[in-house]
């Protein structure tokens, strides 16, 4: 079910990026470019990093960053982005992160199965320690079927 939303076009690898406001725009370009997102939902996520923190850094090496509906998500996506090195989110002893899926939810409701989806995914050690080590776009793809 994840491949529905995780597939190719969305899924990204970059060997880094410059800081953590640049993996979000590096990670939502597909969802731009998809029109599922508009360039305010961005902004969004970095206002609210920088008023709670980064309240999205899930665990050790793992960012789930969104914002609400009304701030620029136009249906429902998920976007993926791998880093080689990871960057710092300033998410303490869960930094650096490099593996980044952001999160796009048109209303506050129906997409509780896409999370519960991605909750599947989170709770897999062996395949979450897959996706840390994973180098290209079909490794990813491979994990991802699975869900």
Not at 43 to 72: D, K, N, S, W
Not at 92 to 101: A, N, Q, R, S, Y
Not at 120 to 125: A, D, P, Q
Request: proline letters at 5%; aromatic letters at 6%.
């Amino acid at each position: 079910m994840l491949e529905t939303w995780l597939n190719r076009p969305t899924i990204q690898c970059r060997e880094q990026v410059d800081d953590w406001q640049q993996a979000l725009a590096i990670c939502a370009q597909p969802l731009l470019d998809a029109g599922v997102i508009t360039p305010d939902y961005v902004p969004a996520i970095i206002r609210q990093q920088q008023t709670l923190g980064a309240y999205y850094v899930l665990a050790p090496g793992l960012a789930m960053p969104h914002a609400r509906p009304e701030e620029g998500a136009k249906a429902h996506g998920l976007s993926l982005l791998k880093l080689q090195r990871g960057v710092v989110f300033n998410a303490g002893e869960f930094d650096p992160v490099d593996l980044i899926i952001m999160l796009a939810a048109a209303d506050k409701h129906s997409h509780i199965e896409m999370i519960a989806t991605l909750a599947e995914l989170f709770s897999s050690e062996k395949d979450m320690e897959e996706l840390h080590q994973a180098n290209s776009k079909e490794e990813i793809q491979k994990i991802i079927q699975r869900f």
